[in-house]
């Protein structure tokens, strides 16, 4: 994806630094509800550039894996400065979203052991949606936000057609939740 998204965007990105950057970026991953999960990009970056010495990877790149790889994250909250980290954080955004980010919310939910969805109000019509209470509540607080905050042209058009797939599928919940019984 991250290749994918350099091209479109012309090739201005080092393409080294953003395959190690892509390779690495989650070489340090705690779970979702672990209290480290803030800080796993820049844990990730460390790793990465303590990984990368040790192969002998050119060290005039290892500053700009190590920001690409500490700005991918949502949570961290670190501004992009470089064309490698805009396209690696819309990389990893993207596999938030689409079939794939489908799949993941319902996986990632059931670890957690939380149900998909609420049984009153599935669709966060009448309450505030709370990601940590539900799996479909994701797709509001985060998910379908998304395509609105991507770093390049093509990550937003992207985005957006991945998005489509979900908001398909809340359709689909909708209709299936609401039909008459036989």
């Known amino acids: 994806m991250a290749d994918a998204l350099a091209m479109a965007e012309g090739g201005t990105a080092d393409k080294l630094v953003l395959l ?14 672990s209290p480290l999960r803030s800080q796993a990009s820049r844990l990730a970056a460390a790793k990465a550039v303590e990984l990368l010495t040790e192969m002998d990877f050119d060290t005039a790149k ?11 994250s949502f949570s961290a909250g670190i501004p992009t400065e470089t064309p490698e980290a805009k396209i690696l954080q819309d990389a990893d955004r ?33 309450r505030t949606p709370d990601d940590s209470l539900y799996g479909v509540d994701h797709f509001f607080t985060k998910l379908l936000k998304l395509p609105a905050q991507m770093q390049t042209e093509s990550g937003k058009r992207m985005a957006a057609e ?15 939740l609401t039909a008459p019984a036989p």
Do not use: W
């Open 20 to 33: 190690a950057g892509a390779y690495f970026h989650d070489v340090v991953n705690p779970p979702k509800d």
């Open 62 to 72: 290892l500053d700009g894996v190590a920001h690409a790889i500490a700005a991918h």
């Open 94 to 126: 993207m596999e938030a979203l689409g079939a794939i980010g489908l799949a993941r919310v319902f996986y990632v939910s059931g670890r957690l052991n939380r149900p998909p969805f609420d049984a009153v109000d599935p669709l966060c019509k009448n």
């Open 162 to 176: 991945r998005a489509e797939v979900l908001t398909g599928y809340l359709q689909t919940l909708e209709r299936e």
